[in-house]
């Protein structure tokens, strides 16, 4: 059983930075693909950035690529986004997946069915 904790949240101007933090539990967090997720009002819920088991592998949403920055500390079970020039339309309750997996192939298509989830940490960006 892995759980999954959030923080970093908040509320910030657009242009500026956030920095989401995922704590787990558990002694395998080395062997998980992990993913952050994010559901705006009324929106679909939609996967941001995915890293692989090892770190070495990571993918992002094209509306994000190039501001966020998604890493894994396998040596303190915390994985992180980092959010810089923040807009209006990153509005939204921002929560992590974990899915135990040492592929680096699939793995994205694999935390899109993760087997844990945290209960979500809300941005909100103003204009």
């Known amino acids: 059983q892995v759980q999954l904790v959030e923080s970093g949240g908040g509320s910030v101007q657009a242009g500026g930075s956030l920095r989401l933090s995922c704590a787990a539990s558990g002694r395998t967090f080395s062997s998980y693909a992990m993913g952050w997720f994010r559901r705006a009002p009324g929106q679909e819920r939609e996967l941001v950035a995915a890293i692989s088991w090892s770190g070495g592998s990571t993918y992002y949403a094209d509306s994000v690529r190039g501001r966020f920055t998604i890493s894994k500390d396998n040596t303190k079970n915390t994985m992180y986004l980092q959010m810089n020039r923040l807009k209006p339309e990153d509005t939204a309750v921002y929560s992590c997946?974990?899915?135990?997996?040492?592929?680096?192939?699939?793995?994205?298509?694999?935390?899109?069915?993760?087997?844990?989830w945290g209960q979500g940490t809300q941005v909100t960006v103003s204009s």
């Open positions: 997946a974990a899915h135990q997996t040492l592929s680096s192939n699939d793995y994205v298509r694999r935390i899109k069915t993760a087997d844990y």
